[in-house]
């Protein structure tokens, strides 16, 4: 059931108000400004020990890892990294007892995924899974985690899942954070940015019109370069991968620092840039990146918490704190790509050639 909606992408952003609440939901304790994760099966000595967190995941949930390691950086100060499932399980890692590793997955069936599991624990690793579906093969195989309480996603491309991922992420940081160095002052700063984020998705979306509007003014385009540096650059893959999925125009995704050294050459009016903007310590270098651009004629979108006069358009989202502003900023893109493929008639919830779950290798 649609419930009005002319597909599950369109149903499904806009769900994320409410997806977004339901994970955030008993988990929040004021008194001690941290989060209590159920499943996690992971005590405080347990949390203190770690050294290093090493995230697994395919696509869309590989890109929340991203955002997810960043963030555990930044709050908890444990070096951290995300890496494609299917790509680690290939190379014969080294497997650290000191690691955590957190196997990501909406469906918790991505064979790639739950194959570097099973590597894991044979090895005698500990792997926590940040999973969906909930008894899901990877929510069987892992020693805990924490389900992210999207709700049944039934679009091939993932939108709803991808923000509760991020959500979730961003509570297992201040947890691990709270066990180890983040003050009290920043477990409030970050609990009370969690809990804006529902209405701050409820005012993103109301902005519906000015993205279809938008969507419309770049379909044309042939590809796109989609960049952000940083917290934005994970925020630039997935709507770039997100675009390419639902319209199949030919997207890529640079960190804007990469431009100089090569994929400048490819700009030119034709070639669109959909530029990732927030109103963080890198402000002025991702400003310095549009003026490069502009300088070689090419078109700028950008999403950013204030207009941006070197842009063609802004789509201006509602500031949260520095490092949970990556959640909030490719909901707009979602919806650019949903309303990009809507105008060139794709079939939006069954992209071809892809399956919701891809349970071969
Ligand atoms: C993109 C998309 C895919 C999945 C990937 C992993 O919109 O849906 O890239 O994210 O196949 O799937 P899960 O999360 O089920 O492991």
């Known amino acids: 059931d649609m419930g009005g909606h002319d597909t599950y992408m369109h149903k499904e952003i806009h769900e994320q108000a409410d997806a977004v609440d339901r994970a955030l939901r008993g988990r929040i304790d004021d008194r001690f400004s941290t989060v209590h994760l159920g499943g996690l099966n992971l005590d405080a000595r347990d949390a203190r020990a770690v050294r290093r ?3 697994l995941g395919c696509g869309t949930s590989y890109h929340a890892g991203q955002i997810g390691a960043q963030m555990i950086e930044e709050l908890a100060r444990i070096p951290a990294d995300a890496e494609p499932a299917s790509e680690f399980r290939y190379r014969n890692p080294v497997v650290d007892p000191d690691t955590l590793y957190i196997a990501v997955s909406q469906s918790g069936e991505t064979y790639d995924v739950l194959a570097a599991v099973q590597e894991l624990k044979r ?23 924490i389900y992210v309480h999207a709700g049944p996603e039934v679009c091939v491309v993932s939108t709803k899942c991808f923000t509760n991922m991020v959500v979730s ?33 409820e005012e993103i979306l109301a902005n519906e019109e000015q993205i279809e509007k938008l969507a419309g003014e770049y379909a044309d385009a042939k590809s796109m370069m989609f960049i952000g ?12 991968l997100k675009l390419k999925e639902v319209s199949y125009i030919h997207a890529e995704a640079y ?21 990732i903007v927030p109103d963080d310590e890198l402000l002025e270098k991702n ?6 651009i502009k300088a070689r ?10 207009e941006q006069e070197k842009a063609d358009h802004t789509i201006v989202v509602p500031k949260n704190e ?26 939006i919830d069954k992209p071809r050639n892809l399956a919701k779950s891809v349970t071969v290798e």
């Open 169 to 201: 992420f961003g509570l297992l940081a201040l947890h691990l954070g709270r066990t180890r160095d983040l003050s009290v002052a920043d477990g409030k700063r970050i609990i009370e940015g969690l809990r804006k984020l529902p209405g701050q998705i």
């Open 229 to 240: 540096r940083v917290r934005g650059y994970p925020v630039a893959r997935e709507a770039s």
């Open 123 to 145: 090895k005698g690793a500990r792997v926590l899974g940040l999973v969906n579906v909930v008894g899901s093969a990877i929510a069987r195989e892992t020693d805990g985690g």
């Open 287 to 292: 400003r310095a990146a549009l003026e490069e």
């Open 297 to 306: 004629s090419g078109r700028i979108l950008a999403v950013a918490h204030q």
């Open 322 to 347: 520095d490092e949970l502003d990556p959640i909030l900023m490719g909901i707009p893109l979602q919806l650019f790509a949903y309303y990009t493929a809507k105008a060139m008639g794709r079939d």
């Open 53 to 55: 967190v090493k995230i």
């Open 255 to 275: 960190p804007a620092s990469e431009l100089k050294h090569g994929p400048l050459a490819l700009i030119e009016p034709a070639m669109p840039t959909v530029a």
